[in-house]
């Protein structure tokens, strides 16, 4: 399954144009996967401004430039499944270059898995605070602290935006 998921992951990236890329806030990208079937992703503050360099870069502002792939080839066509893989090779290698430690195969399922362990480190993270306050919101004779229950709902607040932005990457 996981080697049958990377590909569907690549090939929404390759599909991309840019009129697919919302880059005001709140910046999404719109994917289109299986059966057509469209999410809408967060995207990352630090990849917004690496979105926007690009396209201004690759002079795809313009509004007749929309329908164009978001990703090319030299050629200015869309990349390919293969072109990915060629490019991130191509990266991993000169990456390993004075770097021998850094071993292994390198796919575009590496990235997502190593996304989704941080997203699950994040996440414990917020869940052990979050077990910390409710356990001092609850007094001794189970009368609830109101006050403490609002800060906490305000702290949730917060780190719900804090996920998003995580999960933007």
């Not at 490019?87 to 991993?92: C, D, N, R, S, T």
């Not at 996304?115 to 480190?121: F, I, N, P, R, T």
């Not at 609850?138 to 109101?146: A, G, M, W």
């Not at 906490?152 to 935006?161: C, E, F, M, R, Y």
């Amino acid at each position: 399954a996981r080697a049958a998921a990377a590909p569907g992951i690549v090939q929404e990236l390759v599909d991309l144009a840019v009129r697919d890329a919302r880059l005001d806030a709140p910046a999404v990208i719109r994917l289109t996967g299986k059966g057509r079937k469209i999410r809408h992703v967060p995207v990352m503050e630090r990849t917004v401004v690496l979105l926007k360099s690009y396209l201004e870069e690759w002079h795809l502002t313009t509004p007749e430039k929309m329908n164009r792939p978001l990703f090319f080839n030299r050629q200015h066509h869309k990349l390919t499944r293969a072109g990915v893989s060629y490019v991130l090779q191509k990266y991993v290698e000169q990456g390993r270059t004075g770097h021998p430690e850094l071993q292994g195969n390198v796919t575009p399922h590496v990235f997502r898995h190593s996304k989704a362990m941080h997203l699950l480190q994040e996440m414990s993270a917020a869940l052990r605070y979050l077990s910390t306050e409710i356990d001092g919101a609850i007094t001794t004779d189970r009368r609830v602290d109101h006050d403490l229950l609002r800060r906490i709902s305000q702290a949730l607040q917060k780190q719900q935006g804090h996920l998003l932005k995580i999960a933007e990457s």
